[in-house]
């Protein structure tokens, strides 16, 4: 076992409360608002089954070798690599990979935030009963009015800042512990509330159909790499956080059975509000394919028109604002802790400091649909698209496709094999395909095939 593999101070007070806040990683906006759309997007049920295996060919294993390397490392992303590479005489640029997962995740929170603040303001306009019988045109305007007011876009983003750095400032057990020990749970209640729901509104046999029932003839290549690469982000992967939670794991967790629990729960849930959201929409006879405007305009207009939509339609977006805060505060805490290793100063200050240069940043997304909306910094990308895109496209695919490479052909394989308790030759040499050949190829894919989707348009 490697030197590194040591208690710290800050741990997890047990291996459930890990699940959870890996969990809390993984379930975000990315499970409650894109999965659902995408699925409605490609057909559903054999869009889904796609997904399923790809979460397994692609997001088990990537998600085995962060937790495995968090472990090791005992320390935010960059240090473990550093400490990596280090105790096993590796060449010191491999620490590429924690430099790159703590920026992509420090982008990604600057504008995942300001999403996040829609989702806070439509808590409220929800359970005001704003949109009981409204138009489509009224909830259309109404999401496009809140778009153009950078002032309150502003308001909601600073709102949902606040929160997640008031979380991550006091640390492991005080902080990250005390969320997602009430906000987990709180999501899974809500989602089942949301399916009861669903049922009395006699949409779920049609919502049920849809997602399970695979019609392989709407599936295309199109469609293979989408699931692919929605396998790959929604599990967190790439950006360092669930590389700084593995820093956190006691030394009896058992990092394999872990990550098959985490990857089940967030599946889980991505498929509970898939339900959720299409039994509603179907209730309506609203179409499933709505794209990006499926929460925020559709899912409006459908609960406005049920009886009780006023707080149910406010409890699902509660739901989501709960799924975005665990998801933000895993993205802060790897910048936080390697500037916590770098700077003598106490973790709420440098929590605080973080979350301000963060806000400043996330502002450029803010402006980016309004006073901004005109200026195209780069193939007709505005500020919020390039940090969108430029993550999602090129820094998370390549974090994972390095973290692959590093684990399976320059991490001693006596290492991964103890840590991993992979025994037999087979499980060992399994194990060494999966990660360093199938897993890389099939993230490579994604990386090509989008990049020249969005840029060339093919």
């Given at each position: 076992m490697s030197e590194l593999t040591t208690e710290r101070s800050d741990m997890w007070s047990s291996s459930f409360i890990f699940v959870l806040a890996a969990a809390g990683s993984a379930v975000g906006l990315g499970n409650i608002?894109?999965?659902p759309y995408i699925a409605g997007e490609n057909g559903g049920g054999a869009f889904v089954l796609v997904y399923l295996i790809c979460i397994a060919v692609i997001g088990v294993p990537v998600m085995i070798s962060e937790i495995m390397l968090g472990k090791l490392g005992r320390a935010s992303p960059i240090q473990s690599l550093l400490n990596l590479c280090?105790?096993?005489n590796k060449p010191a640029g491999w620490s590429a990979i924690g430099y790159m997962g703590v920026v992509t995740g420090f982008v990604i929170l600057s504008f995942y935030a300001v999403i996040a603040g829609w989702v806070c303001y439509y808590v409220l306009r929800l359970f005001s009963g704003e949109f009981t019988g409204a138009s489509a045109e009224s909830v259309g305007s109404a999401f496009s009015e809140f778009l153009a007011s950078p002032l309150q876009v502003t308001l909601f983003f600073t709102l949902f800042m606040v929160i997640t750095i008031f979380f991550v400032a006091r640390g492991v057990t005080r902080g990250l512990e005390l969320c997602v020990r009430y906000s987990m749970p709180a999501v899974f209640v809500l989602l089942i509330v949301l399916i009861g729901y669903g049922v009395?509104?006699?949409?779920?046999?049609?919502s049920a159909k849809f997602l399970f029932t695979p019609d392989f003839s709407s599936?295309?290549?199109?469609?293979?790499?989408?699931?692919l690469g929605h396998a790959f982000f929604t599990l967190s992967l790439g950006m360092g956080a669930i590389m700084a939670y593995g820093a956190y794991v006691p030394q009896n967790v058992s990092v394999v059975q872990t990550t098959f629990t985490i990857a089940f729960l967030d599946t889980l849930l991505a498929l509970m509000a898939g339900?959720?959201?299409?039994?509603?929409v179907f209730a309506e006879g609203l179409p499933p394919d709505s794209s990006v405007g499926l929460l925020f305009q559709t899912v409006p207009i459908a609960f406005g028109s049920l009886p009780g939509g006023a707080f149910f339609g406010g409890l699902f977006f509660l739901l989501v604002a709960l799924a975005a805060l665990t998801s933000a505060i895993s993205i802060s805490e790897p910048v936080v802790a390697y500037v916590s290793e770098r700077i003598k100063a106490t973790r709420a200050k440098i929590a605080i400091g973080v979350g301000v240069v963060c806000w400043l940043l996330g502002m450029g997304s803010v402006l980016s649909f309004n006073v901004w909306s005109d200026v195209k910094l780069f193939f007709d990308w505005t500020f919020f698209d390039v940090f969108d895109k430029v993550s999602q496209l090129v820094l998370l695919p390549l974090g994972g496709l390095l973290i692959a490479l590093f684990v399976a052909w320059v991490l001693p394989s006596t290492i991964v094999n103890e840590e991993l308790g992979l025994v037999t030759k087979q499980r060992q040499q399994a194990w060494r395909v999966i990660v360093g050949v199938v897993t890389p190829l099939a993230v490579l894919v994604v990386f090509v095939v989008e990049l020249a989707r969005e840029i060339f348009g093919f």
């Open positions: 608002w894109k999965f280090k105790t096993h009395h509104t006699g949409g779920m046999a049609e599936l295309n290549a199109q469609a293979v790499v989408i699931a339900l959720a959201i299409f039994a509603i």
